[in-house]
DNA sequence: TGCACTGGATAGCTACGCTATCTAACATTG
DNA sequence: CAATGTTAGATAGCGTAGCTATCCAGTGCA
């Protein structure tokens, strides 16, 4: 196909997918002549990935060209390709081998993990930890106890829908997969503190901003006080 | 305290802590004079909780103040306030009461949620699906069946521990809490991943970018199961 | 032959998050 | 009391990011 149907299908501009083709995130075109180029299944949906990992998880452009890099040139082991992937994920860090991280290391510790000072993650974990605890809201040993098992729990559970026979998909699943699900996850974490607290507590769904306050009205459903506690 | 021990204190620039108080972020000190004003330990955690927000949470500095103005002025209902916060909150959506999200909708109807599109939360989920189903990887009912569960019992747990007695501290917690442990969870599964696919896989800690390949080797661990391919 | 479309190159634009400078009003110190 | 240094407040500037717009000449198609 052209390049304007690749405009039509993706609904992306035509000057910024010239962007992304400058800036490397898309691959070119199969050259026909001096000014025309082929383009592919492929490319409508590697522009919905670029999209995903820029406008849903946040990447910058050049992170994004990043994590993508990793996908279509993986490391020597998936293992290395994806501690990679991580590193340009957000919150970005600096990672530093030799540093020290003794919020991150002491809930490793506790949750019987490795603590190995230059995976990404750590360094992130440690700034997340930093960050709530400067808020007032620590991660104290009783949240971890929740959080820790759960998380691993849905870790798992990804693990064990890796592809093992394709290691290209291998890769692409396991970056793309911890990227793209976190904003999922995300989501149904917030969904679901509205839900236990209108549960919980008989909250009426809000109004919209300009709207009326009988809107609530409209929900048939959990107004005053339905449930438990 | 006066403006430079704020400086020292947060290791925030002297211009940097101008600019919040321009932009409205950081409240005024006390004025004693027409050049000199009193700031307290208020001011010290507030800067902290607005470089939580931008760096970590990855808030630009004009969503970080629509969320401190909903702590510092809740609306009537902490359940309204909530979702006004949820919507500062990346991923960036525009709120439509009449759209309709039907990825995110399935989603609810299965984990047996109420599904209200005037929820930010809900365009914010139905965005993170499409997201993830265009780079070919769909919250399948598998993965929703794992990720749902678990992540009602972290949500579950998070509301448990708000506070009752003081509506000012119930509104931070939950708005901060919401915001701040994202991030620790987030990072939480990215190492869980990893130390997983470790164990499942014997994989060997990563070389730092620059440095050998036979650094592998430094882990005693085993080496079995050829991945696949 | 005419004309819309294309790849490729380059320049410009807007928003953001600071950063730097200036001024006049103070406080503090000796 | 004078010298010194800090401060609030205002304004201007700056570097990056992510596009966006324009131009040009080669090309397919009618």
Redesign the pocket.
């Given at each position: 196909m052209?390049?304007?149907?690749l405009v039509e299908r993706t609904g992306v501009?035509l000057?910024?997918i010239?962007?992304y083709?400058?800036e490397g995130l898309l691959p070119?075109?199969e050259?026909?002549?001096?000014?025309?180029?082929e383009?592919g299944e492929a490319h409508v949906r590697r522009i919905a990935v670029i999209r995903a990992l820029?406008e849903t998880v946040g990447l910058?452009?050049?992170k994004a060209r990043e994590v993508l890099r990793l996908i279509d040139q993986p490391r020597d082991s998936l293992f290395d390709t994806f501690g990679q992937a991580i590193e340009a994920l957000p919150p970005e860090v600096t990672p530093e081998a030799t540093a020290d991280y003794p919020r991150a290391r002491a809930v490793l510790e506790k949750l019987g993990q490795l603590y190995d000072p230059r995976f990404a993650a750590v360094a992130q974990l440690e700034r997340a930890l930093a960050a709530a605890e400067a808020a007032g809201i620590p991660l104290d040993d009783a949240r971890l106890a929740v959080y820790g098992p759960h998380i691993r729990a849905i870790a798992e559970f990804d693990i064990s829908r890796m592809p093992l026979d394709d290691a290209t998909a291998a890769v692409e699943y396991a970056v793309l997969g911890t990227a793209l699900h976190e904003p999922v996850l995300v989501a149904l974490r917030r969904l679901a503190h509205q839900d236990v607290a209108a549960r919980r507590y008989g909250v009426a769904p809000p109004a919209t901003p300009p709207a009326s306050r009988k809107s609530a009205r409209k929900s048939p459903r959990a107004r005053s006080r339905p449930k438990g506690s």
């Open positions: 052209r390049i304007s149907e501009p000057a910024t010239k962007y083709l400058r070119a075109g050259a026909t002549a001096a000014t025309r180029a383009y820029t910058s452009v050049q």
